[in-house]
């Protein structure tokens, strides 16, 4: 049986600042905006924010390049704004969880600067370096090695001053910090102190399963190179930060681990406590990826392949290790734009429904990403001049100006649906002046569907996508079988239905979600109800007396009580 803490009975609602509600008119979000809001997040009924990086930084990756770890972002406001967002969150009973980006830093962090002034500075060493492959002579450029990037092109950038290279996983604004090296590990617990010390509520770690490098991704072999995600020394740095930081806190922990597997998922977050609460696995945004254009050649939702995936890990995980669920974030597109179906708005808003049930009577804490509670869409991109994202450009340039390997149009056609830029649009408040995100000009294009999908015209409609989200919440602090009982997938071949049970003690849900547009007949569900449940939640107002018929998009979970 799970031990019961409150980070697992806990919901998340993840703020993407830039996004979420400009107070001064300059276009973009900041800290005071996300005060004035947080009545909104109250009446949802979450109970921690996780606030994406609002530190200084040159937002190459818009605050995943850090510049100064202990100073917030100028256009997001001061550190009395944060002091001040962070007290009012307090009062309303909201946590504050802060996003900690230190597999890499800005290379205008003064470590960074630093590092690069010679080859025999003291923090030379707090970075990767090596030199060029046979003194820079290979064909290839010299590259030390063939290590990729996440966002396109080498991981390696030639420094002009010193002529070596230094390591980036991510943009090459983004060098990778060398934790091999004691002091860097050490600055890094001094400041997770710093902001734990004024009462933050906890990290999500990004990355975090990259910061061991394997000497097999590093080597100058001018050849072949090993992932740097993954190497099993992380473990040695989570404990360690484990015991000098984490465990003199009561906080909550998340790790951004896109490596994890259902086996080393209870190294980072098993019960025994070691080194997290829990982690993000990604094994199932990539189901509609393609084997090697990945999201930019997005392929159609195979539910079966879904349905293992997840049931994998609520099976593996149960009794052992915590999960988080969650379908959006700002690095995914709008799920009900993936998964669901935004051509009708009668469809958008059951299809964002039956997502929504699907995923929060899982067992794990779930994550909702701003604007999923409203069942907020992509964006319809048509020129890569709307896009910002970093990843895009990068991808873009790669594969399509450079290597042909996709058209313009195909291109496009994969960033409208799965780019990260989907998420990043503002936030949508109301069917006024920029939907209510802003009185300037906004940073981002706004989706011009803000006159129908906003949060004003849903917070006061029981019916409403805001509205079932709220009762998931509440549902979830009500029945303890959704946080604790076990799992059983059923149907798994079925490739219409996702269809699972839960149980603990004496109680039982039974989940059916119908991922589909059309009618389904011929599956009794009545068959698969247990004696004396009830309907806890659906997505259709009456229901269908013939329990052989589920509707388009249908979600409906069963209580036995
Ligand atoms: O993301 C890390 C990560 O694994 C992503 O690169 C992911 O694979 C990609 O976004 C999918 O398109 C984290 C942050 O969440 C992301 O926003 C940052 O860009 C990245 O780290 C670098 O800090």
Redesign the pocket.
């Known amino acids: 049986m799970d031990k019961k803490t409150w980070w697992k009975e806990a919901v998340v609602y993840q703020i993407y600042p830039r996004s979420f509600q400009d107070s001064t008119g300059s276009g973009v979000g900041d800290l005071n905006g996300i005060t004035q809001r947080l009545d909104y997040l109250k009446d949802l009924g979450v109970d921690v924010i996780w606030l994406?990086p609002v530190y200084a930084s040159p937002n190459v990756?818009?605050g995943?390049?850090i510049s100064d770890y202990r100073a917030i972002m100028d256009e997001f406001g001061t550190m009395e704004d944060f002091d001040r967002l962070l007290a009012e969150s307090h009062k309303r009973g909201l946590r504050i969880l802060m996003d900690l980006?230190v597999?890499?830093s800005s290379d205008r962090h003064p470590w960074f600067i630093e590092s690069r002034s010679s080859v025999d500075n003291p923090k030379r060493d707090w970075y990767i370096w090596r030199d060029g492959f046979n003194g820079g002579c290979h064909p290839e450029g010299g590259l030390p090695n063939d290590l990729r990037s996440?966002?396109s092109g080498s991981a390696w950038e030639k420094d002009e001053k010193t002529g070596q290279y230094y390591m980036h996983?991510?943009?090459a604004a983004?060098p990778d910090l060398n934790w091999a090296n004691p002091d860097v590990r050490n600055a890094v617990y001094d400041m997770m102190g710093f902001w734990l010390d004024k009462g933050v509520d906890g990290f999500r770690m990004?990355?975090i399963d990259a910061i061991d490098k394997p000497p097999t991704a590093l080597a100058v072999s001018g050849g072949k190179a090993d992932t740097c995600?993954g190497n099993p020394g992380v473990h040695k740095y989570l404990r360690e930060m484990n015991q000098k930081v984490l465990s003199r806190y009561d906080i909550m922990t998340v790790g951004?681990t896109?490596s994890v597997t259902v086996d080393t998922a209870p190294l980072y977050a098993g019960n025994d406590g070691k080194e997290l609460n829990m982690v993000f696995q990604?094994e199932h945004?990539w189901v509609d990826h393609d084997k090697t254009l990945g999201?930019w050649k997005p392929l159609p939702l195979d539910l079966p392949k879904l349905k293992k995936i997840l049931s994998r890990w609520q099976t593996a995980l149960h009794g052992r290790a915590w999960n988080s669920l969650y379908w959006d974030?700002?690095?995914?597109p709008r799920i009900v734009s993936r998964f669901g179906n935004d051509s009708t708005e009668e469809l958008r808003i059951l299809s964002a429904k039956m997502l929504a049930a699907c995923l929060h009577m899982m067992q794990g804490t779930p994550y909702i990403y701003q604007g999923e509670e409203l069942g907020m869409t992509n964006y319809p991109f048509t020129r890569l001049e709307e896009c910002n994202d970093?990843?895009i450009r990068n991808a873009y340039r790669e594969l399509v100006t450079e290597k042909k390997l996709l058209t313009h149009e195909e291109m496009m056609k994969g960033i409208r649906k799965l780019?990260?830029d989907n998420a990043r649009t503002p936030m949508q408040w109301d069917d006024g002046k920029n939907a209510g995100f802003s009185a300037g000009t906004p940073w981002m294009g706004i989706n011009p569907n803000y006159k129908t999908i906003n949060a004003a015209s849903q917070v006061h409609d029981p019916e409403s996508v805001f509205s079932f989200y709220k009762r998931l919440i509440r549902l979830r602090k009500e029945h303890p079988v959704i946080v604790y009982g076990d799992y059983e997938l059923l149907l798994p071949e079925d490739e219409k239905l996702f269809v699972y049970r839960r149980r603990f003690e004496d109680t039982g849900l039974l989940v059916v979600c119908n991922f589909t547009p059309n009618r389904i007949t011929g599956i009794d569900i009545g068959a698969l109800r247990s004696d004396g449940d009830k309907l806890l939640i659906g997505n259709y107002r009456d229901t269908e007396p013939d329990e052989k018929i589920i509707r388009p998009y249908e979600a409906k979970v069963y209580l036995k009580n």
């Open positions: 994406s990756d818009n995943y390049d980006v597999n890499h996440v966002f996983n991510f943009a983004q990004d990355v995600f951004e896109s990604f945004t999201k974030n700002h690095d995914q970093v990843e780019s990260r």
